[in-house]
């Protein structure tokens, strides 16, 4: 079970050593300290490992994350887990802006707050926020599922393509072609497995679904104020 | 880029450590802003008295702010006091002599750039990383209330001290600024008719000119900041200062990063947190990120 605190070591050695994991690593634990707000700690992570980061941390922290869990016992800085492929990145705190960005698999679940532009392109990621998200969050969605048990804020799901936002309180308002939908059996038993793997317990049926209203696919005259 | 950081004390027993504190904060976001440092302190408050800070051309020193100092005494008929901090001075006298002071400067000393004007706050900027000018400048002795600081990487204009923040054009009214304003020139313009002068093209000065001016014209800091959200465009994340006063605004889109921690002692400002790592119990700071379009704003009194 490796230490590393980072008030000694530097990051890089740190990264390094990540990347250097294989699959049947026994090395599979990990501890960070101090990472005292530091970038891209525990990016491009690889292996199924877990690594625990002591504190708060800042940009792009687990981004482009495949098989590994990643747990940030504080607050996250702008793109948390950006690019995640696959795994699970946990946030206790906040994160800032941006978080889940552009997304193609894996958990992300943050304990408190998620700043604007949470899930911004997301195309597959499942995101869970205990808190409320911030304006333009799934910004230009393609795939995946937000889920937000506090409020979202202006702007929600603007320009989305494909991709299910559930989210328990108040939504501030809808982007362009973003619309809310009956969810369906399929819908609620999506959103308890999510909730489940995140380990949050919160009943489904306390969500409201939006979605795409699919009107901006393709091009009509009398979409242009919204192109 | 660029890095902000700010710092504004409820408890004056941090007063002593206000330059340090600030110090620590900037070098930490040296990799943001490596081009220029710059940072305003709102020291005692010493009713009555005035302070020009002025920065001397290459070579200026004692002996050329003792020149001055000299001078304006006799020009003004009051006492002039100096202390020279790297390439700047700062110059104290009466209040009521202030006006003559910076008439004997204009006239006399075109050399001497003037940087700030006020009763309490001092300006210093210069080119280089922060710890370099921090150091040179000796941040970590000054004392005071509050204080802000700016890193600045120049992307669309020269690496120079004019172009370095913060920007003040009002009496210990400073603001810093990361991001860029699209309409600097219009506001410009109504500006200069409405008196104000302005010595740079940078639209972070516009910036700072347009609060002055609503405050001139009897709005409050915070109403003035809510104002600007109606007048300026473009992209910002704001931090500014006056005498008493300390206020963050972002823009509707706040794509400017910003974070923010609050605990009973201070309130502090950093474009990233690991800014404020070095402060006093971050561990239990309320740590949070200011809403966009949404003006934050203190007062001590």
Request: a negative charge.
């Amino acid at each position: 079970m490796p230490d590393v605190d980072l008030s000694e070591t530097p990051l890089r050695e740190l990264n390094r050593a990540l990347h250097a994991l294989e699959p049947g690593t026994n090395e599979t634990h990990w501890h960070v300290a101090n990472p005292a707000g530091r970038h891209s700690i525990a990016v491009g992570l690889d292996a199924p490992v877990t690594v625990e980061i002591g504190g708060n941390v800042g940009y792009y922290c687990a981004g482009m994350n495949k098989h590994a869990t990643v747990h940030v016992r504080g607050n996250a800085g702008v793109g948390l887990a950006e690019n995640m492929m696959s795994g699970v990145v946990r946030v206790d705190g906040d994160a800032s802006q941006a978080a889940g960005a552009t997304g193609r698999g894996g958990l992300l679940v943050i304990g408190g707050n998620a700043s604007g532009r949470c899930g911004i392109s997301m195309k597959g990621i499942d995101i869970v926020v205990g808190g409320s998200v911030g304006p333009m969050s799934a910004f230009m969605a393609q795939a995946g599922t937000l889920v937000v048990l506090g409020d979202a804020g202006e702007a929600l799901g603007d320009s989305i393509y494909e991709a299910r936002l559930f989210v328990r309180g108040t939504v501030k308002s809808l982007g362009a072609d973003c619309e809310e939908k009956t969810p369906t059996d399929e819908d609620r038993s999506i959103l308890a497995d999510v909730l489940s793997r995140a380990g949050v317990a919160a009943d489904p049926s306390e969500f409201r679904l939006y979605g795409s209203a699919r009107r901006l696919y393709h091009f009509h005259v009398d979409n242009v104020d919204a192109y | 880029m660029c890095g902000i950081a700010g710092l504004f004390l409820k408890d004056t027993s941090l007063e002593p450590s206000l330059g340090r504190l600030l110090g620590g904060m900037m070098i930490e976001l040296g990799d943001r802003g490596p081009d220029s440092s710059g940072f305003a302190v709102y020291g005692a408050p010493a009713p009555g008295q005035a302070k020009l800070t002025i920065r001397l051309p290459d070579g200026g020193g004692q002996h050329a702010a003792r020149a001055i100092a000299d001078g304006a005494t006799a020009a003004t008929g009051h006492a002039v006091e100096v202390r020279v901090r790297g390439t700047h001075a700062v110059l104290s006298m009466p209040e009521e002599a202030r006006d003559a002071l910076r008439a004997f400067l204009a006239a006399r000393h075109p050399e001497a750039h003037l940087v700030s004007s006020g009763e309490r706050m001092e300006i210093f900027k210069d080119i280089g990383r922060p710890e370099v000018v921090a150091d040179a400048y000796d941040l970590a002795a000054m004392q005071g209330s509050h204080a802000i600081g700016h890193t600045r990487m120049a992307t669309e204009s020269a690496v120079t001290i004019d172009g370095a923040h913060p920007f003040s054009t009002g009496d210990d009214q400073c603001l810093v600024h990361n991001g860029s304003l699209s309409n600097h020139n219009a506001v410009r313009r109504t500006l200069k008719r409405e008196g104000l002068a302005f010595e740079t093209e940078n639209d972070s000065e516009v910036a700072a000119g347009y609060l002055t001016w609503r405050m001139r014209e009897g709005a409050s800091l915070a109403q003035a900041l809510e104002q600007a959200l109606s007048d300026l465009d473009g992209f910002y994340t704001f931090v500014v200062g006056t005498r008493t006063g300390f206020a963050v605004l972002r823009d509707p889109i706040a794509c400017k990063p910003a974070v923010m921690a609050e605990t009973d002692q201070w309130v502090a400002f950093g474009s990233e947190y690991r800014a404020l790592t070095g402060l006093p119990g971050i561990e239990a700071a309320r740590v949070f990120e200011p809403e966009p379009a949404t003006v934050y704003a203190w007062e001590r009194t």
